[in-house]
């Protein structure tokens, strides 16, 4: 599934089913890993989240922590805890659930909009723009037999890596310091700032840790590594569309003890600085 059939998938997965005041259920896709990918279930928490929130506050930074694996059989319940609503902010916690266990918490802060100092960081230039670049399925044209459930998933984000990405085979990766894609979701988003800050969360933790692995030349899999996201940080600095083409610039400032930390810049494809994001993860080598 593809292009828009896809977006409306992803637009009923973050639907999310009120089952009490401040409580809320969500399920996986049909089609899903049987771990439940941490980009949707943190999407899922800010929706539980922003409900909860008057409409003129939007959310700018969210700080979640993955504590146990996800299963995508059976569906997620998402209780959001009310920490303050003052006359500028307001702060939500947010605490998902599977077999009566916490599986990831989180919270949100949302602000209401108000005129203060501006300044940003400067995208790279020597970036190439989207539509000269590969889509994933064509780079992945070579290697059918390491996309494994990926190929069947929905594509709901259109990903294309600038430099070669984490899932070719191992010896096929050149080392970079540097791993930028241009994402976009791969469809039309209703005009809410709440799903569109949702739909960024999912797609910013898609590519973000194999940053690490582009440090090394290494990849994903057989001869090369899993990886599993321990934390994950986002701060929204600005408006945006997240159906919109956008250039996530990722780097790793560090790996050691088996864990890799990475951080990005997300811009806009005329520059505006939209969104930075910090991530570690925990990742170790597999056999053959």
């Given at each position: 599934m593809t292009g828009q059939a896809a977006v409306d998938d992803l637009l009923d997965v973050?639907?999310?089913?009120?089952?009490?005041?401040?409580?809320?259920?969500?399920?996986?896709?049909?089609?899903?890993?049987?771990?439940?990918f941490g980009g949707q279930v943190a999407a899922q928490a800010l929706v539980g989240a922003g409900r909860t929130v008057d409409a003129d506050r939007t959310v700018h930074s969210l700080h979640g922590y993955f504590v146990r694996a996800g299963d995508s059989s059976i569906p997620i319940v998402y209780s959001?805890?009310?920490?303050?609503?003052g006359r500028s902010f307001s702060v939500r916690r947010v605490t998902a659930i599977q077999h009566g266990r916490p599986i990831f918490f989180m919270s949100a802060s949302f602000q209401r909009a108000?005129?203060?100092?501006?300044?940003?960081?400067?995208?790279?230039?020597?970036?190439p723009p989207p539509e000269s670049v590969p889509t994933l399925a064509e780079r992945m044209a070579r290697y059918p037999e390491r996309l494994g459930i990926w190929s069947r998933v929905p594509q709901s984000v259109d990903v294309r890596y600038v430099g070669e990405p984490g899932w070719v085979r191992s010896g096929d990766r050149p080392?970079?310091?540097?791993?930028?894609?241009?994402?976009r979701v791969a469809g039309r988003l209703p005009d809410t700032p709440l799903l569109h800050a949702c739909a960024l969360t999912y797609a910013s933790d898609l590519t973000l840790l194999d940053s690490v692995l582009s440090w090394h030349g290494e990849v994903w899999g057989p001869d090369g590594f899993a990886g599993a996201s321990l934390d994950h940080a986002l701060w929204l600095h600005r408006p945006f569309h997240a159906d919109e083409w956008f250039l996530y610039d990722c780097s790793s400032p560090s790996a050691s003890g088996g864990r890799g930390l990475a951080t990005g810049r997300i811009f806009t494809i005329d520059g505006h600085h939209v969104a930075t994001v910090v991530q570690e993860g925990l990742l170790r080598r597999v056999g053959n």
């Open positions: 973050l639907d999310l089913e009120t089952i009490e005041v401040n409580l809320y259920r969500g399920r996986s896709p049909a089609v899903a890993p049987q771990r439940v959001v805890e009310v920490i303050r609503d108000e005129a203060g100092l501006d300044h940003q960081a400067q995208p790279p230039a020597d970036v080392a970079e310091v540097h791993q930028r894609a241009w994402l």
